[in-house]
């Protein structure tokens, strides 16, 4: 476990070779994405095997492990093969984080997973603030792959009488 100094902890990128130089940075607001509403337990560290991954509860995935793996899973990974996450920001007090893709496509792609359910909670995946549609938009696509399988994730299975209610205490249960 990761002894923490302040409410604030980051991973350095992983994939530096993939990113490097300046197109790494021109790219970089386009490449991220904004998790809100993390259970208080979220934490970004990458040296979880996947055999534990496979075999475990849900808790014991960490979000850079849990994007990685439900990218793969629904085809979004644009640049290839690997961890589609290079590095995670968390805030634990304000309990959101940054989670910067490989690619734009990738981010683009991981916006269609709002409202997924991350360690028994339903998070927000949106764009960061500082997000500006018109300078990403010669970078790559805006929008999601529409040919994501989201299904295999629990997500996409569109009901006239589905809503999502996220931010509820942590306090309140279902009975």
Same mark, same amino acid.
């Given at each position: =476990?990761?002894?923490r100094v302040t409410g604030f902890d980051i991973i350095p990128p992983?994939?530096?070779?993939?990113?490097?130089?300046?197109?790494?940075?021109?790219?970089?607001?386009?490449?991220?994405?904004y998790?809100?509403?993390?259970?208080?337990?979220?934490?970004q560290q990458k040296n979880i095997s996947l055999l534990k991954v496979i075999l475990s509860s849900s808790s014991l995935l960490t979000v850079t492990t849990f994007f990685?793996?439900? =990218?793969?899973?629904i085809g979004g990974n644009a640049a290839g093969p690997g961890d589609a996450v290079v590095s995670v920001y968390i805030n634990h007090e304000k309990r959101f984080a940054f989670v910067e893709m490989r690619s734009?496509?990738?981010?683009?792609?991981a916006m269609s997973l709002d409202g997924i359910i991350f360690e028994g909670v339903h998070v927000r995946v949106k764009r960061p603030s500082d997000y500006n549609p018109s300078l990403a938009a010669p970078l790559g696509p805006s929008q999601p792959n529409p040919n994501l399988n989201l299904?295999?994730?629990?997500?996409?299975?569109?009901?006239p009488f589905r809503i999502l209610v996220s931010g509820l205490p942590y306090y309140f249960t279902e009975a």
């Amino acid at each position: =476990m990761i002894e923490r100094v302040t409410g604030f902890d980051i991973i350095p990128p992983a994939s530096s070779a993939i990113l490097a130089g300046a197109a790494g940075q021109a790219t970089r607001n386009a490449r991220r994405i904004y998790v809100s509403d993390l259970p208080p337990s979220a934490n970004q560290q990458k040296n979880i095997s996947l055999l534990k991954v496979i075999l475990s509860s849900s808790s014991l995935l960490t979000v850079t492990t849990f994007f990685s793996h439900v =990218m793969a899973a629904i085809g979004g990974n644009a640049a290839g093969p690997g961890d589609a996450v290079v590095s995670v920001y968390i805030n634990h007090e304000k309990r959101f984080a940054f989670v910067e893709m490989r690619s734009v496509e990738e981010a683009s792609n991981a916006m269609s997973l709002d409202g997924i359910i991350f360690e028994g909670v339903h998070v927000r995946v949106k764009r960061p603030s500082d997000y500006n549609p018109s300078l990403a938009a010669p970078l790559g696509p805006s929008q999601p792959n529409p040919n994501l399988n989201l299904t295999v994730v629990g997500l996409g299975l569109e009901h006239p009488f589905r809503i999502l209610v996220s931010g509820l205490p942590y306090y309140f249960t279902e009975a």
